[in-house]
């Protein structure tokens, strides 16, 4: 594309400047070929001629249109340039308030010095699971990826954090680590990830320091490995460090400081542990005073030291080990406060009895004449002799702080070296991810030793930055298939080859270093002679000798040689060392256990040199190569650490931050231009954006170019095919091919043509507007022409409707005058008409008659005349065809006979002839249809002539009548005519009396009148009195109601004011105490969970056998902890806490003493809710016995009384017997005697006799047995109730009683019946002391009733007789009152009495017969041998089932497994009842109530709810299976209301319901229990519920285009965003709504509450409405007018859904009023204050921190969109500064709403449940 055409008037470039670096400017001319010159612009409105480079003729670099600016991606940019780059970022962190950008792979960060709320764990949760490029750039999304990466590709993962110092790198690695903290969790409960944090306050301790640029300055690099096992979860660490600087520990600059820790010390002398350090404040020592600045602003180092100490004890570093290394810390500050002074010139001596000398000597555990000696000389070692020779004063200072930062550094690597302990872990890392966290690239004005090393590190990372950046790269091209070109982009490995290559500058230094007499200077000779003419990278300085320079991949590097050698020797005095080794205190011991590998490689003296020393935690090698690691060099420590780290950081997925310093002032949110373009050229960004511009950087989908684009297509280029109508535009669109590349999925542009293709399609956009108004403007002059019209004509309209009105008005006047004459003529005309007519008619009737009278006689004539001729002419026609008909018929006989008999000739022989049959036959049908055929043509004459004779009989008959009416009419008018005469002389008669009458009535009007006149005036005076009068009390009444209606008004608003705001009060109160308790059962039972998980992994992982030790189950009840805790678990738990005390030492003792110290507290609460238990099963058991002591007395009557009849009834039986033995005896006896013989009748008397006596004997015999059995069953029911654990003893052989058994019996009963006569005679004497007492009390009250009446007749009397009556009445009304009142509590306790006795009848019943049903089994094989008993019919009618399961204890196990852990939802919900389980085993519980086994009541629900927590546990993931079990839960729980006998339940029963309410128990302590179970399905529900829809929302409410075309796409980068156009497999609305429709079916056909349903939905819809808001928050495309439009339209589905559901009062709605709010605030207006005050009336949903977010994050999506401005942001912040509200960004996905059950009877009856046979439930019986 030429530049003419894109170098045209208002173009906008970016041209140098020396201040801003580079700044904006528009072409006030178009460009041609061959200008030397541009006509520029800039944007202060000075004028400008931007000369051009005559050599290159570069024109400036063109700026992005407004719409790309503000990226988060800088690869997004059309231009991708330095200044795009730089404005971008500055856009972003000024405007926006974005620190974070990325720039294809790298993760650009701004330091805000500023505190921002963007790190707390609702972010994390935020960014957890979102994709790189779904969500706003930011630390955690690196972290994010990376995890996901590890996880996915099986492969570690590295995070690169470097920058300058003060660019927040330790900050940016802290939060990474924070992250992966929080998302992961650890594998086990030992917090590893609290002990992973726990490492930064301890190494900000000991390796950062204020600086000039940073207060919290890192002064080391590490790279920390955080392992990860095979479900990635972390178990543990790892620390590398590199480079730390311990020359800080001796000298710091002004306005800097020591390590963290001194200071710390120091704030933390006071403490009592601390004193024997001999500590005090920073200024008393010279290595903490140098800088002069010992106090960091906000800082409280006495606070950090708490942190510190609190961290090390996390880590396992106990209390002795922190106080020895604050011992060694306190040593090597009183060690630079020891003064060293001048012998002479050679020699120095430490005065004696230095006090700081003193207590570092005490402190380490050495002697002071050693250490003072060796301080001030060294030991000189030759071939055959060792010489001691004295150093002078510098160097003996030297040799101080040398050992002072030797003794530091092996303090710092002591310390790493625990840490890395601490954090290591035994389980088997599976995978890691690094975080490297190290200096970026530095250029000082002194450079040395330190900043080499650094810079030689920050090469190698850049080489391998760039060979990834170039490797993907190269990986997309290859994946698209397009042709790779190779792309050239800097390679810095000439760079490293000259430091580290064989005679490098490294090689060349070590090799200094190993030389005697080595010297700086004779090292920067050979530095020269090797390099200087073989390399272009390094150069010699025109002014100096002693440095060199280098150029570096960022930029030139002048190093001084001084000091070099002796930094990388890093030596200090061996026979310091040698002392610190004979020291008496462990640690030190310990820290130098190690030294020789630390000695000089050269053995040689430390000499004066820089003040810098660098040191590098050697690696560990092999024991057998010792002698050759000592030799090793500081750089070459350097560059092997190096080399490792290269090897780790390609073995792994590399993740770039680069931060960035925005300036050296520490200005919160302050841009500086040259800083910031200085360090992204150092830290690679831009060569990431030559490396991205040098080829196709832009890069969109072919569905999304087809929908940005599609403006620019005609209608015949778009085809079915996206990709071909791709291809045919670009083709039209850009001429040249060069510039862009068809993949496989994405189509690749050259820098530049988005911009171009973004400028034809503003251009077509632009003009598209433009026909917009036009038209919009002449439909709006249209629009005032047809108002302007449409008033005229209305003018016109009424000015001739006046005219009209007029001529209508004189045109009805003169259609009224002529209907008058009309009328008048018609009168008189009628009349004459009328009299004419008369008398015509008169003639013609009498004409017309005669004219008759004659037709008619001749017709008559006529008619008799043709009658005549008729008979005659047919009397002759009917001669003459008799005889021709004769003639005819003999003629026709003769010639027929001839023929028939030619034709039986031919018959015979044709007779056998089938064709002859045929002919036949056809002459035949021929024939009989002619035949036929006639008949209906004489029928059809037929009936037409009779039709025609019919027509004329009727004819005739019409025309007769017609003659006789007229003849009649005419008589009438004759007679009318006469009559009429009479009337009219009548008439005027009348008329003359009439007349009179009148003038007679019009005398009396007149006087009437005259006097009515008269009285109406007076009346109309009077009136006119009263109404003023009228109108006065009205006046005063309306003002006196007006008066009491505002009092009463204020009042009430007052009243109802108060009491909204009391219930509301009230409510929120519940809701927050409910809230809390749901959440306090919530983390009771993760703590439960905890607990048994930690004591199953302790159990693992102690291998030892543990006798007596029970593990419960995981799913141990919290019912079961509170009402049948086992003290012998306790015991157990102890027995094995005390086996596991014997394998301790392989635990890690901080984990064993918290989870020593949570079972602990365990077990104080278990055992505090055991003795409340007991204290409430005393009081329980002390009601129990009291109520049992009542029944029994009410019992023992009715016993005695049984008992009494029992008595009675065998000895009628004994009398009976004696009887009929007599009488078998008499018999036997007269048997020779006739009369007695067979057949007789005295025999037939004694057979009756017998046989009545035996039946009757029959009858007593079963009457005894029942009474016997009811006897023994109340006995035995009286046992139980007394011990309820009691096994029960029945009576053997009742039935087999000897003779001395019934006398004893006898004599039993008698004193039984003394008893109860006793018990008789004093229950008469109670009960008639009792109603003596009721009847006192009746006379007593009735005497206060007498005093009453008396008292209120007085009163009567003194009133008037009004007011009498109506007091009286007013009594007698609240008298009858309460007499009713009464009444009904009487009725009231007597249906309760009833209801009681109706119960325990049933109950005695019920037991009766199931006794007499086992008579039979009770009586013993002798009884039956003896007396064999006739079998009785008893007659059984139909069983009446009373709503109760029973079932054996045996099977109680099978019960749950069939009914709670096998039964599979989907089945029960589609083919039984809802709640079926909840029912079945509530009829089971009813049934152990009915027979009062308590055992088996606590049994089945202990049972119930642990099986109904373990099937959660195992499928509690799955939603349709946790529905199901809530229902039941609630159906469950909702029936032991119902059924309790509670009154406030049982209200809602029918009769029938009410009968079957429990009798025995009372289970309101199971209800919570119950309550607290389905509040745990109910958050596990709503967590299922959010997992599966936490992956549509942000997709189907955001992502996805419901309104296809109003949202364009808008370029995007490298981190490729979620389309918003639906492919396979992505959420749209539509599957939002599905799956809300299959919740909510799911939930009704489990037959769940419908309360409960609308607190579900309420969740579900909080769910999605903030999961969206906080995306909305976090996304800056997002963040549009278009996307506000889809929003409220996808909101507006899901009220209409709620519509459909008939759930709009649920509260949901209300729930997504946030949504609304910012949706509303994304499309309104944004810039007068009218706006603002308009948002912030608006946005009361919304806090002042979403506001100001979204405003900041609206991006427009067309260039026809502003921006929000600044100003207007600050306004909104100024409007909404007094808001109360929380500063909290993001809305808790978390919060679930606290539920309520509504308690909700069923009508069911419970002995119409029929159990299905699917269930496997027949060991069930239904009673």
Not at 1311 to 1337: A, F, I, M, P, Y
Request: proline residues 3%; positive net charge.
């Amino acid at each position: 594309m030429a530049a003419s055409e894109l170098y045209t008037k208002y173009a906008r470039v970016w041209i140098p400047d020396l201040e801003e670096v580079w700044r904006s400017a528009e072409l006030t001319k178009d460009y041609k070929q061959g200008d030397a010159v541009l006509h520029l612009q800039l944007e202060d409105g000075t004028d400008l001629e931007h000369k051009l480079d005559p050599k290159t003729k570069n024109l400036p670099h063109l700026r992005n249109p407004d719409i790309l600016v503000g990226e988060n991606d800088l690869t997004a940019l059309s231009y991708l340039h330095e200044p795009a780059v730089l404005h971008n970022l500055k856009v972003r962190f000024i405007d926006s308030k974005l620190i974070y950008t990325y720039c294809g792979i790298v993760l650009v960060a701004i330091n805000p010095y500023e505190t921002l709320p963007i790190y707390g764990t609702d972010i994390i949760n935020a960014y957890s699971g979102q994709n790189m490029g779904d969500m706003d750039p930011h630390i955690f999304a690196v972290a994010e990826e990376a995890y996901k990466q590890m996880a996915r590709d099986e492969r570690n993962q590295s995070i690169i954090v470097s920058g300058e110092s003060g660019a927040g790198k330790t900050v940016s690695a802290k939060y990474a680590m924070r992250y992966f903290a929080t998302v992961s969790g650890s594998a086990s409960e030992a917090n590893v990830e609290e002990k992973v944090l726990a490492s930064n306050p301890i190494m900000e301790a000991i390796g950062n320091a204020k600086t000039t640029r940073n207060d919290n300055s890192s002064r080391f690099g590490k790279y920390i490995e955080i392992g990860f096992d095979k479900k990635y979860h972390i178990i543990g660490a790892n620390m590398r460090t590199y480079l730390l600087e311990k020359s800080r520990v001796v000298f710091q600059a002004d306005e800097e400081r020591n390590y963290h820790i001194f200071y710390q010390l120091c704030a933390s002398a006071h403490l009592p542990e601390f004193k024997a350090l001999k500590l005090g404040s920073a200024d008393d020592f010279h290595y903490t005073k140098q800088g002069r600045n010992p106090v960091i602003d906000g800082v409280d180092d006495a606070k950090e030291m708490s942190t510190t100490r609190n961290a090390f004890i996390l880590l396992g570093i106990n209390e002795s080990y922190q106080m020895g290394l604050f011992q060694v810390l306190a040593a090597i500050l009183h060690l630079g406060n020891v003064d060293v002074k001048d012998r002479d010139a050679d020699s120095s001596i430490i005065p004696p009895n230095n006090s700081h000398l003193i207590v570092f000597c005490e402190l380490m555990g050495v002697t002071y004449q050693d250490m003072s000696h060796w301080l001030c000389h060294k030991k000189l070692k030759t071939a055959s002799e060792t010489y001691i020779k004295p150093i002078p004063k510098l160097q003996a200072i030297n040799a101080r702080d040398a050992l002072a930062k030797h003794i530091y550094a092996k303090l710092f690597n002591w310390i790493v070296d625990h840490v890395n302990k601490a954090l290591h872990s035994n389980v088997k890392q599976h995978s890691f991810i690094g975080v490297l966290d190290i200096y970026g690239f530095e250029t000082f004005e002194i450079n040395s030793f330190e900043q080499f090393c650094i810079n030689y590190a920050n090469e190698k990372l850049q080489q391998q930055f760039n060979m990834h950046v170039f490797k993907l790269e190269q990986e997309e091209y290859m994946k698209e298939q397009i042709p790779w070109t190779l792309i050239d982009f800097y390679d810095n490995q000439p760079c490293i080859n000259l430091i580290e290559a064989k005679m490098g500058i490294l090689d060349l230094l070590d090799e200094e270093c190993k030389m005697p007499k080595g010297s700086d200077d004779s090292w920067a000779q050979k530095l020269y002679n090797t390099h200087l003419k073989t390399c272009a990278l390094f150069e010699k300085p025109r002014m100096s000798n002693k440095a060199f320079i280098i150029q570096h991949f960022a930029d030139k590097v002048e190093y001084q040689c001084e000091g070099f050698l002796e930094k990388n020797k890093d030596t200090v005095n061996e026979e310091q060392i040698h002392v610190l080794k004979a020291s008496k205190f462990d640690l030190l011991v310990e820290l130098f256990q190690d030294e020789e590998k630390a000695i000089s490689p050269t053995g040689a003296a430390p000499t004066t040199g820089g003040r810098t020393r660098l040191s590098v935690k050697p690696d560990k090698g092999k024991p057998g190569h010792a002698s050759k690691e000592h030799k090793k060099t500081v750089g070459l420590q350097f560059r092997n650490s190096l080399q490792l780290l290269m090897e780790t950081l390609n073995a792994t997925t590399p993740h770039y931050v680069r931060c960035i310093k925005p300036n050296d002032y520490k200005y919160a949110f302050t841009f500086d231009p040259k800083r910031a373009v200085q360090q992204l050229r150092a830290c690679g960004v831009l060569e990431t954006i030559r490396i991205s511009a040098a080829g196709f950087p832009s890069r969109w989908t072919y569905q999304e170019f087809f929908s940005r684009y599609r403006v620019l297509m005609k209608q015949k280029d778009v085809l079915p095919d996206k990709k071909m109508t791709c291809k045919n535009v670009l083709e039209k669109l850009v001429q040249d091919p060069d510039k862009y590349q068809f993949g496989k999925t994405k189509i690749f542009f050259r820098a530049g043509q988005v911009a171009y293709l973004e400028k034809l399609r503003a251009d077509k956009l632009r003009a598209a507007c433009i026909r917009i108004q036009k038209t919009i403007r002449c439909w709006l002059a249209r629009k005032k022409y047809l108002r302007m019209k449409h008033a005229a004509i209305t003018i016109q309209r009424h000015v001739r409707g006046y005219q009209a009105r007029c001529l209508a008005k004189f045109l009805r006047r003169t259609r009224a005058a002529i209907i008058i004459q009309k009328y008048q003529r018609m009168y008189v005309a009628r009349t004459n008409y009328r009299r004419k007519q008369a008398a015509a008619l008169a003639m013609q009737c009498i004409l017309r008659a005669y004219m008759a009278r004659q037709l008619y006689k001749a017709l008559l004539r006529e008619h008799k005349a043709v009658l005549i001729q008729k008979m005659v002419r047919g009397w002759l026609a009917r001669q003459w065809y008799k005889r021709s008909l004769a003639a005819v018929v003999y003629l026709q006989c003769c010639v027929r006979r001839m023929r028939a008999k030619r034709e039986l000739k031919k018959l015979k022989i044709e007779a056998r002839s089938v064709e002859h049959y045929k002919k036949l036959n056809i002459g035949m049908e021929n024939k009989i249809m002619q035949l036929q055929r006639k008949v209906d043509d004489q029928h059809k004459e037929n009936r037409t002539l009779s039709e025609r004779l019919n027509g004329l009989e009727v004819a005739h008959t019409t025309e007769s009548e017609r003659l006789r009416r007229e003849l009649s009419r005419l008589r009438c008018a004759e007679e009318e005519a006469k009559s009429s005469n009479n009337r009219v002389i009548t008439l005027q008669e009348e008329l003359e009396r009439l007349r009179a009458e009148l003038q007679n009535t019009q005398k009396e009007k007149k006087a009437i009148e005259d006097w009515a006149q008269t009285y109406q005036d007076e009346m109309e005076h009077m009136i006119t009195e009263l109404k003023d009068q009228n109108n006065l009390l009205k006046t005063e009444k309306n003002d006196l109601n007006r008066m009491i209606q505002e009092q009463g008004q204020q009042w009430t608003d007052k009243m109802q004011r108060a009491l909204k705001e009391e219930t509301a009060q009230l409510e929120s109160d519940l809701n927050e105490e409910r809230s809390r308790y749901q959440n306090l059962l919530t983390e009771h039972l993760r703590l439960e969970e905890k607990y048994d998980d930690l004591k199953e992994e302790i159990s693992l992982s102690v291998n030892v056998p543990k006798p007596g030790h029970r593990r419960t189950d995981s799913t141990h009840s919290s019912n079961e902890s509170e009402y049948t805790y086992n003290s012998e678990f306790a015991e157990s738990e102890e027995g094995s806490r005390g086996m596991e005390d014997v394998t301790k030492p392989s635990l890690d003792m901080a984990l064993f003493l918290k989870l020593q110290k949570r079972v602990t507290e365990l077990e104080q609460e278990k055992q505090g809710l055991q003795n409340e238990l007991d204290r409430k099963d005393e009081q329980f058991q002390r009601a129990r016995a009291r109520d049992d002591e009542e029944h029994k007395k009410a019992r023992s009557a009715e016993l005695e009384y049984e008992s009494l009849k029992r008595q009675e009834l065998e000895s009628e039986n004994k009398k009976l017997k004696h009887n009929l033995n007599e009488m078998r005896q008499s018999l036997m006896g007269n048997t020779g005697a006739t009369s007695a013989a067979p057949g007789s009748p005295a025999y037939k008397v004694l057979l009756d006799q017998l046989n009545s006596s035996n039946e009757e004997l029959e009858v007593r015999k079963e009457e005894v047995l029942i009474l016997r059995s009811q006897l023994v069953s109340q006995k035995e029911a009286m046992q139980h109730k007394e011990t309820m654990t009691e096994p029960l003893h029945y009576v053997e052989d009742v039935h087999k009683l000897t003779d001395a058994k019934e006398i004893s019996q006898a004599y039993m009963g008698l004193k039984d019946t003394n008893r109860l006569l006793e018990s008789q005679l004093q229950s008469q004497r109670r009960s008639h002391e009792s109603e003596l007492e009721v009847l006192r009390g009746e006379l007593q009250s009735v005497k206060e009733e007498n005093n009453r009446q008396q008292q209120l007749l007085a009163q009567n009397l003194q009133l008037p007789p009004e007011a009498r009556i109506e007091a009286s009445l007013q009594h007698e009304i609240t008298r009858l009152t309460n007499e009713n009142l009464d009444l009904m509590e009487q009725l009231e306790k007597q249906d309760k009495t009833v209801r009681k006795l109706k119960k325990q009848l049933k109950v005695f019943a019920k037991k009766i017969n199931d006794l007499e049903g086992g008579q039979v089994e009770n009586v013993s094989p002798g009884q039956m041998a003896d007396e064999p008993i006739r079998p009785v019919n008893i007659p059984r009618r139909e069983k009446d089932f009373q709503g109760m399961l029973e079932y054996k204890k045996e099977d109680e196990l099978k019960l749950v497994k069939n009914l709670i852990l096998e039964l599979k939802p989907r089945g029960v919900a589609v083919n039984l009842i809802p709640g079926l389980p909840a029912y079945i085993l509530f009829m089971c519980l009813r049934h152990a109530d009915y027979i009062n086994d308590d055992q088996k009541v606590r049994a089945l629900l202990t049972s119930t709810i642990n099986s109904i927590k373990k099937i959660l546990k195992k499928r509690g993931d799955d939603f349709e299976t946790v529905s199901f079990w809530l229902a039941n839960t609630c159906r469950f729980l909702h029936c032991l209301k119902q059924y309790s006998g509670d009154e406030q339940f049982m209200k809602y029963n029918t009769p029938k319901q009410n009968d079957h309410c429990l009798s025995n128990f009372d289970l309101a302590e199971y209800r919570q229990v119950l309550s607290d179970l389905a509040i745990q399905i109910y958050q596990q529900l709503i967590k299922c519920m959010e997992n599966i829809l936490q992956p549509m929302i942000v997709s189907g409410m955001l992502e996805h285009e419901t309104i296809q075309g109003v949202s364009g796409v808008k370029p995007t980068g490298l981190r490729k965003r979620t389309s918003s156009i639906a492919d396979e497999g992505t959420y749209t609305l539509d599957s939002i709504i599905r799956q809300l429709n299959s919740f909510h079916s799911i939930m009704c056909q489990h037959g769940t509450d419908p309360e409960l349903i609308k607190q579900v939905v309420k969740q579900q819809f909080y769910i999605i409405g903030a999961v969206t808001l906080n995306n909305l928050l976090l996304r800056k495309d997002m963040c549009s007018w278009s996307k506000g439009m889809q929003i409220r339209y996808n909101v507006s589905q899901l009220e209409e859904w709620l519509r459909d559901k008939n759930l709009m009062v649920c509260g949901a709605k209300e729930t997504l009023e946030p949504l609304i709010q910012a949706a509303q605030l994304l499309q309104v207006k944004k810039k007068t204050d009218e706006d603002a005050e308009a948002i912030c009336s608006m946005c009361n949903a919304l806090t002042t921190a979403q506001i100001v977010k979204v405003l900041n994050l609206y991006t427009p999506v067309n260039a026809f969109e502003e921006r929000v401005s600044v100003t207007f942001i600050r306004t909104i912040q100024n409007r909404l500064r007094d808001r109360k509200e929380s500063p909290q960004l993001l809305l808790d996905t978390k919060i679930i709403y606290p539920v309520t059950f509504p308690f909700n009877p069923s009508s069911l009856a419970l002995e119409t449940i029929q159990i299905p046979s699917s269930l496997n439930l027949a060991f069930l019986t239904r009673v």
